[in-house]
């Protein structure tokens, strides 16, 4: 098992930035392959952006080079800064990750609202 934490989320002025942090319960930022999600209200949940235990990254076609995703092995702790906020970026952000024979695990998510 694995308990993931979010935090940084917050209300930005379109064209802002914030930074989400994530971190597990347990040491695994390095050797997992880790993920941002988001949903907004009435729509499905959708992957934004991806950072293999290589250190690869990928990212939805809609934050590509506004988004980036990021880790710190020693503080055991995935970032997703997101520069030039829309208003479409509002939504709840979630991380999560996946454990060999356990199965996948989610964050609570943080609430981001952009105001345009």
């Known amino acids: 098992q694995v308990q993931l934490v979010e935090s940084g989320g917050g209300l930005v002025q379109a064209g802002g930035s914030l930074r989400l942090s994530c971190v597990p319960s347990?040491?695994?930022?390095?050797?997992?392959?880790m993920r941002w999600y988001r949903q907004a209200p009435g729509k499905p949940r959708e992957l934004v952006a991806t950072?293999?235990?290589?250190?690869?990254?990928n990212y939805a076609d809609s934050v590509q080079g506004r988004f980036t995703i990021s880790r710190d092995n020693a503080k055991n702790t995935m970032y997703l800064q997101m520069n030039s906020l829309k208003s479409e970026d509002t939504a709840v952000y979630y991380c999560?990750?996946?454990?060999?024979?356990?199965?996948?695990?989610w964050g609570q998510g943080t609430q981001v609202t952009v105001s345009s």
């Open positions: 999560y990750t996946q454990l060999a024979r356990l199965g996948g695990f």
């Open positions: 347990r040491s695994i930022i390095s050797i997992n392959d």
């Open positions: 950072i293999t235990s290589g250190g690869s990254t």
